[in-house]
């Protein structure tokens, strides 16, 4: 039996119900208001930037003559015209908003133009003159490890010594593999509106997963505090960890903007400008070394994670140190190192992406399994098994303790089970046999994906409630919306902590006024925090409401229950909206300012010790895909997915957000390659070369099913976070991308890198020909 089976969760009325998106009608009629669709103020002009044309280099002129004397320019912003610090960096100072002198990336903006049309603003950017003194830029891994070029010290952490048990053990393999990088693709890109105030006010309205640490840079670019300024955000069309730290430079912009010309300044960026000035996911490279028995049994594991970091630290230490947390993914591994490279390149700052590096770290660990099952002729899945997490061998690699390990081990085998995975490998088998050009693989992988920021300061959120005198009420809070539902969870939570119906609850935009020093919605935490919050605030007002209302009746307060938009008590009685009257007759006040911190979480990353993460989250995924080896081409003909979503606060969009995870992490690992030429120019810089899955790569077959035993910690309604982890249910297409190559040769260790482009898959091929 579970730990989670023991666990009582009670009968709810609006949580864990599968209600619609808040703003789903919105969003299908396109009525949803994003930042380009608020109305400009009057006299509202628009910027452009004015980028570098080397990757790396000197600026040693810079004549903006032609770009002022531009039709429609109303002003030209360059380095020296910023009216506080030049400094976008989230925490390093490392990054400037406008080149000064050094050209650090291929596109960096070196000035801008402010006109009175964005057309206007455009054609005059291209006037300007720029003279830089080039020098050879250090665009990929190799040339990063070349140079010795790093944007943080090297970091390591390791359980007993992986290289002697490595060295001892009866088998050992060791290996390079390719992890590529990622482009965002919000379909709503880069675009924040500045609007001046009275004196050094200011407000800005972005699309920002974090509100907060976009206030703290726009007043250090204009030198205020951080109480003149605001920043608003009702909703993004899509984030995925680009709009975390990269949507401040645009806001700041704005800003600067605003100030300099004292008009309202809005900046939103070409679909082009966007992916050359905007980071992307870390590509690494992951050196390793197995050792292992003849069941494929891990002895010894050695990993060094080389990751393209780009020019600055940006939002590097968590994101590496989240991919060394999975690089050991649900397995025991008795003696492990691993270690990480933070490599610096003249290429735009990579950043967070959905997974923040757990994606990475865990499909190393995966190609590994692959390789062993590969090399002893066994299959896959019961190498996989064999390394899981078991009772006694329950500790990851940075020393925490796993309470609920079994859940793993069980849904890895119920979905063994529901997807007729042994069946299917040996239908595959013989396709392949009586198939010369076509071969099909099969793989099922598991995940487990901590849930909590790294940074343990980041592990906190407020949220604000008011209940009014006619019983509605009013709900902020710090998360941000991306389409993802956040807005929709936290508003169950509270209707259902006052037992009223959903359309009680007004949802408001995130606002640094009204709920401040935020965290960003990140690391899958914005319902377990904000939630949690909200309930905290929203429990807190009901506390006053029931000790009215037994003082009223004359009933003892613990009598006093709130259901069916009613506060009830033996015979008494009252609707909610009268009860809310009352007591504002009466001044209780109804208004609260809820706080939450996560518990028991700790770490010392010097010592590499601590309880980093407040439970973890599963899966597992099965796929079959068909190879082309002709042509390389590849196609996902079915896909299960098993998700730990715990006691879902809201299945349907818990639904969304697996499926949503796997095709994106679908295509990370298929179709979306990023290409750099030797200049440090990125080349697939828009849809015409950057290919993200459609419609019509969605497998035919697609099932997925949620795992919903409550959380056995103490979460929000004993409910798991759902935001990132589903998108590692797809390192199950590579690995089955690679059992298909598998079958093109009986021996030998294929070099298959990810993405798995046609032109990967040939190379694969050929790799296990050049072999035979």
Same mark, same amino acid.
């Given at each position: 039996?579970?730990?989670?089976?023991?666990?009582?969760?009670?009968?709810?009325?609006?949580?864990?119900?599968?209600?619609?998106?808040?703003?789903?009608?919105?969003?299908?009629?396109?009525?949803?208001?994003?930042?380009?669709?608020?109305?400009?103020?009057?006299?509202?002009?628009?910027?452009?930037?004015?980028?570098?044309?080397?990757?790396?280099?000197?600026?040693?002129?810079?004549?903006?003559?032609?770009?002022?004397?531009?039709?429609?320019?109303?002003?030209?912003?360059?380095?020296?015209?910023?009216?506080?610090?030049?400094?976008?960096?989230?925490?390093?100072?490392?990054?400037?908003?406008?080149?000064?002198?050094?050209?650090?990336?291929?596109?960096?903006?070196?000035?801008?133009?402010?006109?009175?049309?964005?057309?206007?603003?455009?054609?005059?950017?291209?006037?300007?003159?720029?003279?830089?003194?080039?020098?050879?830029?250090?665009?990929?891994?190799?040339?990063?490890?070349?140079?010795?070029?790093?944007?943080?010290?090297?970091?390591?952490?390791?359980?007993?010594?992986?290289?002697?048990?490595?060295?001892?053990?009866?088998?050992?393999?060791?290996?390079?593999?390719?992890?590529?990088?990622?482009?965002?693709?919000?379909?709503?890109?880069?675009?924040?509106?500045?609007?001046?105030?009275?004196?050094?006010?200011?407000?800005?309205?972005?699309?920002?997963?974090?509100?907060?640490?976009?206030?703290?840079?726009?007043?250090?670019?204009?030198?205020?505090?951080?109480?003149?300024?605001?920043?608003?955000?009702?909703?993004?069309?899509?984030?995925?960890?680009?709009?975390?730290?990269?949507?401040?430079?645009?806001?700041?912009?704005?800003?600067?903007?605003?100030?300099?010309?004292?008009?309202?300044?809005?900046?939103?960026?070409?679909?082009?400008?966007?992916?050359?000035?905007?980071?992307?996911?870390?590509?690494?490279?992951?050196?390793?070394?197995?050792?292992?028995?003849?069941?494929?049994?891990?002895?010894?594991?050695?990993?060094?994670?080389?990751?393209?970091?780009?020019?600055?630290?940006?939002?590097?230490?968590?994101?590496?140190?989240?991919?060394?947390?999975?690089?050991?993914?649900?397995?025991?591994?008795?003696?492990?190192?691993?270690?990480?490279?933070?490599?610096?390149?003249?290429?735009?700052?990579?950043?967070?992406?959905?997974?923040?590096?757990?994606?990475?770290?865990?499909?190393?660990?995966?190609?590994?399994?692959?390789?062993?099952?590969?090399?002893?002729?066994?299959?896959?899945?019961?190498?996989?098994?064999?390394?899981?997490?078991?009772?006694?061998?329950?500790?990851?690699?940075?020393?925490?303790?796993?309470?609920?390990?079994?859940?793993?081990?069980?849904?890895?085998?119920?979905?063994?089970?529901?997807?007729?995975?042994?069946?299917?490998?040996?239908?595959?088998?013989?396709?392949?046999?009586?198939?010369?050009?076509?071969?099909?693989?099969?793989?099922?992988?598991?995940?487990?994906?901590?849930?909590?920021?790294?940074?343990?300061?980041?592990?906190?959120?407020?949220?604000?409630?008011?209940?009014?005198?006619?019983?509605?009420?009013?709900?902020?809070?710090?998360?941000?919306?991306?389409?993802?539902?956040?807005?929709?969870?936290?508003?169950?939570?509270?209707?259902?902590?006052?037992?009223?119906?959903?359309?009680?609850?007004?949802?408001?935009?995130?606002?640094?006024?009204?709920?401040?020093?935020?965290?960003? %919605?990140?690391?899958?935490?914005?319902? +377990?925090?904000? &939630?949690?919050? !909200?309930?905290? /605030?929203? @429990?807190?007002? #009901?506390?006053?409401?029931?000790?009215?209302?037994?003082?009223?009746?004359?009933?003892?307060?613990?009598?006093?229950?709130?259901?069916?938009?009613?506060?009830?008590?033996?015979?008494?009685?009252?609707?909610?909206?009268?009860?809310?009257?009352?007591?504002?007759?009466?001044?209780?006040?109804?208004?609260?300012?809820?706080?939450?911190?996560?518990?028991?979480?700790?770490?010392?990353?010097?010592?590499?010790?601590?309880?980093?993460?407040?439970?973890?989250?599963?899966?597992?995924?099965?796929?079959?895909?068909?190879?082309?080896?002709?042509?390389?081409?590849?196609?996902?003909?079915?896909?299960?997915?098993?998700?730990?979503?715990?006691?879902?606060?809201?299945?349907?969009?818990?639904?969304?957000?697996?499926?949503?995870?796997?095709?994106?992490?679908?295509?990370?690992? %298929?179709?979306?390659?990023?290409?750099? +030429?030797?200049? &440090?120019?990125? !080349?697939?810089? /828009?849809? @015409?070369?950057? #290919?993200?899955?459609?419609?019509?790569?969605?497998?035919?077959?697609?099932?997925?099913?949620?795992?919903?035993?409550?959380?056995?910690?103490?979460?929000?309604?004993?409910?798991?976070?759902?935001?990132?982890?589903?998108?590692?249910?797809?390192?199950?297409?590579?690995?089955?991308?690679?059992?298909?190559?598998?079958?093109?040769?009986?021996?030998?260790?294929?070099?298959?890198?990810?993405?798995?482009?046609?032109?990967?898959?040939?190379?694969?091929?050929?790799?296990?020909?050049?072999?035979?």
């Amino acid at each position: 039996m579970l730990q989670s089976d023991l666990i009582d969760v009670p009968e709810t009325a609006v949580v864990h119900k599968p209600l619609a998106h808040d703003s789903a009608r919105l969003h299908v009629q396109g009525s949803a208001t994003y930042v380009d669709d608020i109305r400009e103020p009057e006299g509202a002009l628009h910027v452009a930037m004015g980028m570098a044309g080397v990757a790396a280099g000197e600026l040693k002129r810079l004549d903006l003559a032609a770009v002022k004397a531009a039709p429609g320019v109303v002003a030209v912003i360059a380095a020296a015209d910023i009216p506080g610090r030049n400094d976008i960096a989230p925490v390093f100072a490392d990054e400037p908003l406008l080149v000064e002198r050094e050209v650090m990336f291929h596109g960096q903006a070196v000035f801008a133009v402010v006109a009175r049309t964005r057309d206007e603003a455009r054609r005059a950017a291209k006037l300007g003159v720029i003279e830089i003194e080039p020098r050879p830029p250090s665009v990929t891994i190799a040339d990063a490890l070349a140079t010795g070029a790093r944007v943080q010290d090297d970091y390591a952490f390791a359980r007993g010594d992986a290289a002697a048990a490595v060295a001892a053990s009866a088998h050992r393999l060791e290996g390079q593999f390719a992890i590529g990088g990622q482009e965002h693709f919000y379909l709503e890109g880069q675009v924040s509106l500045a609007v001046p105030g009275e004196g050094d006010e200011m407000m800005v309205y972005a699309s920002s997963q974090d509100p907060t640490e976009t206030q703290h840079i726009v007043a250090r670019v204009l030198g205020v505090p951080d109480a003149f300024v605001t920043v608003e955000t009702r909703r993004m069309g899509g984030g995925f960890g680009g709009k975390e730290s990269q949507a401040c430079t645009w806001a700041a912009m704005a800003a600067v903007a605003a100030k300099v010309t004292g008009r309202p300044c809005k900046v939103r960026l070409d679909r082009d400008d966007d992916f050359a000035l905007t980071g992307k996911r870390h590509d690494f490279r992951a050196d390793w070394a197995v050792g292992y028995d003849d069941h494929g049994v891990i002895a010894g594991y050695d990993v060094m994670l080389n990751a393209r970091c780009g020019c600055s630290v940006d939002l590097t230490p968590g994101v590496v140190d989240r991919a060394m947390f999975h690089a050991g993914n649900g397995y025991w591994l008795p003696d492990v190192a691993i270690g990480t490279r933070r490599l610096k390149t003249n290429t735009v700052s990579n950043t967070a992406f959905r997974g923040f590096g757990g994606p990475q770290g865990m499909i190393a660990i995966e190609r590994v399994m692959d390789a062993i099952a590969r090399e002893r002729h066994l299959d896959p899945l019961d190498v996989r098994k064999a390394n899981l997490l078991r009772a006694g061998l329950d500790r990851t690699p940075y020393g925490q303790a796993v309470e609920d390990f079994e859940t793993q081990r069980l849904m890895i085998e119920e979905l063994e089970r529901t997807s007729a995975y042994r069946a299917r490998r040996a239908e595959i088998a013989a396709f392949n046999r009586s198939s010369p050009w076509l071969k099909r693989g099969i793989a099922l992988t598991p995940l487990m994906f901590g849930i909590s920021f790294t940074l343990i300061p980041l592990n906190q959120a407020g949220a604000l409630v008011h209940v009014y005198s006619d019983g509605s009420i009013h709900l902020n809070h710090g998360g941000t919306e991306m389409g993802q539902g956040l807005f929709t969870k936290v508003a169950q939570i509270v209707a259902e902590e006052f037992g009223v119906p959903l359309h009680f609850v007004r949802i408001t935009a995130t606002n640094t006024a009204k709920v401040p020093n935020a965290s960003p %919605t990140a690391a899958s935490s914005g319902t +377990d925090l904000n &939630g949690m919050a !909200a309930k905290i /605030a929203a @429990a807190e007002i #009901k506390g006053r409401m029931a000790a009215f209302a037994a003082a009223h009746w004359g009933v003892p307060v613990e009598t006093v229950a709130f259901r069916d938009a009613r506060a009830v008590s033996g015979n008494h009685a009252m609707d909610f909206a009268a009860l809310a009257k009352a007591c504002r007759l009466s001044r209780v006040q109804l208004s609260h300012a809820g706080h939450y911190k996560t518990p028991d979480i700790h770490w010392d990353r010097a010592k590499a010790t601590g309880r980093p993460f407040f439970y973890f989250a599963y899966g597992a995924a099965c796929s079959e895909v068909a190879i082309d080896t002709l042509t390389g081409e590849m196609r996902v003909m079915r896909a299960d997915l098993l998700h730990d979503v715990g006691s879902s606060i809201n299945p349907a969009l818990d639904i969304g957000q697996v499926e949503g995870g796997f095709i994106q992490g679908m295509g990370w690992l %298929t179709t979306e390659e990023l290409v750099y +030429d030797a200049r &440090g120019r990125l !080349a697939t810089h /828009a849809p @015409a070369t950057y #290919k993200i899955p459609v419609a019509s790569d969605t497998p035919p077959v697609f099932n997925t099913t949620l795992h919903t035993r409550p959380n056995p910690t103490a979460s929000v309604y004993r409910s798991k976070a759902v935001g990132e982890p589903p998108l590692m249910l797809a390192i199950s297409v590579y690995s089955a991308i690679l059992d298909a190559v598998h079958a093109t040769s009986p021996t030998g260790q294929p070099r298959l890198e990810a993405p798995c482009t046609p032109e990967s898959i040939l190379k694969a091929i050929a790799s296990l020909e050049g072999e035979g």
